[in-house]
Structure formats: structure tokens, C-alpha cells
């Protein structure tokens, strides 16, 4: 069975950092595009960012460059979301998903595979 188990998520003030984690099973990481999304309330879902570890390539939404930035570790297959100087305007819940193709696409409609969901607060 496919599953995909986000958690990290909490309060934190404005400057400070979390790591979100994004386990997957059921499939390996190393074989699809594995994304971050968001969405806060009263806004549409937004894709942060994206991996691809076929071509190891990745993708920033131009808001978090330089603050953010995703890894992961095939052997855990889990992908991590690494976010540094959070602002009060990244407070979302974060979801991870699984796009069921090997190049990048951060049309939500397009991921297959859903986490649950974790819930970042950033106070200012």
C-alpha cells in the first residue's frame, strides 16, 4: 500500500527553522518526484518545492528561495524539508505527495499520493 507520512511541523517564532519529514511506503523515492506543498487558510495549495532524484534535479517557489531547501535519504526513503528564517507568512499546513512521473510538475492536480499533513505556525 502506498503511503506517504508527514510530521516535523510546530510553533516556532519568525527567524527560526524546522525540518519537516516526508516517509514514504509502499514505493521508493528514488523512483518518482516527491514534492512539498502548502496551504494556508483561505489560499489555494502551493507547491514549495520539488525533487527529483532520477535526474536530481529540483524546484523552488520563488518565496522560499535561499531560506528553504529539500534532500532525502534513499535508504530511509524518506525526503526532508529543511526550512531556515521562517517568516510568519510560511505558516501553512505542509503536505508531501507523489507525482506519478519522473520530470517536475507543481500542478497539484498531477500528484497522486497524499500525506496527512503538518501543521507549521510561525509567530512573529
Known amino acids: 500500500e502506498v503511503q506517504l507520512q508527514a510530521s516535523g511541523g510546530g510553533l516556532v517564532q519568525a527567524g527560526g527553522s524546522l525540518r519537516l519529514s516526508c516517509v514514504a511506503s509502499g514505493f521508493r523515492v528514488d523512483d518518482y518526484v516527491i514534492g512539498w506543498f502548502r496551504q494556508a487558510p483561505g489560499k489555494e495549495r502551493e507547491a514549495v518545492l520539488c525533487i527529483s532524484s532520477s535526474d536530481e534535479s529540483t524546484w523552488y517557489a520563488d518565496s522560499v528561495k535561499g531560506r528553504f531547501t529539500i534532500s532525502s535519504d534513499n535508504a530511509k526513503n524518506t525526503v526532508y524539508l529543511h526550512m531556515n528564517s521562517l517568516k510568519p507568512e510560511d505558516t501553512a499546513i505542509y503536505y508531501c505527495?507523489?507525482?506519478?512521473?519522473?520530470?517536475?510538475?507543481?500542478?497539484?492536480?498531477?500528484?497522486?499520493?497524499w500525506g496527512q499533513g503538518t501543521q507549521v505556525t510561525v509567530s512573529s
Open positions: 505527495a507523489r507525482l506519478h512521473n519522473l520530470y517536475i510538475s507543481t500542478n497539484p492536480a498531477l500528484y497522486d499520493y
